[in-house]
């Protein structure tokens, strides 16, 4: 006896759990597909089938067969072109990277002639106002005249 209460507890067990997959993926559908329209499927494919019997029972063999197939190709295309972004991410990556080691130096070596550059204008502008100012000869406006020594 302890024998079949093990079995009808396993399977009362497996058709509690069978149930509740089945509640489950009813209600998963119910989201996705309302059940009046899923009713209305049922019932045009059920018509469809009883009055061409042997068209319908071609359409179900087809889809049968046809299904692991397709299922597979699609499977094939979309990891085939995960692994070409995944490569064509990994590809860019990698001339960027040798793209940055020549940036960085270039970089460097135009940034240090950008400072020279501004320090020789820098220069030799202080240096051009001192002369200027120390020059004996001035302007007002179109006229050229010799400085007095109190600058003015």
Request: hydrophobic share 55%; proline share 4%; glycine share 4%.
């Given at each position: ?89 990994l590809f860019a990556l990698f001339w960027i990277g040798v793209a940055l080691m020549i940036l960085v130096p270039t970089l460097l070596v135009t940034s240090s002639i950008a400072v020279l550059a ?35």
């Amino acid at each position: 006896m302890p024998a079949e209460d093990t079995r009808r507890s396993y399977g009362d067990a497996a058709h509690e759990t069978a149930s509740g997959f089945i509640a489950y993926a009813r209600n998963s559908v119910d989201r996705v597909v309302s059940p009046d329209s899923r009713e209305r499927a049922y019932k045009n494919t059920a018509s469809f089938a009883s009055d061409r019997p042997f068209l319908f029972s071609i359409i179900v063999f087809q889809l049968l067969f046809a299904f692991l197939p397709i299922l597979l190709f699609i499977t094939f295309s979309l990891s085939t072109v995960a692994f070409a972004l995944g490569a064509a991410v990994l590809f860019a990556l990698f001339w960027i990277g040798v793209a940055l080691m020549i940036l960085v130096p270039t970089l460097l070596v135009t940034s240090s002639i950008a400072v020279l550059a501004w320090a020789w204008a820098a220069t030799s502008f202080i240096v051009v106002r001192w002369l200027y100012e120390h020059a004996p000869i001035g302007n007002r406006g179109s006229e050229v005249v010799v400085k007095q020594e109190n600058g003015s």
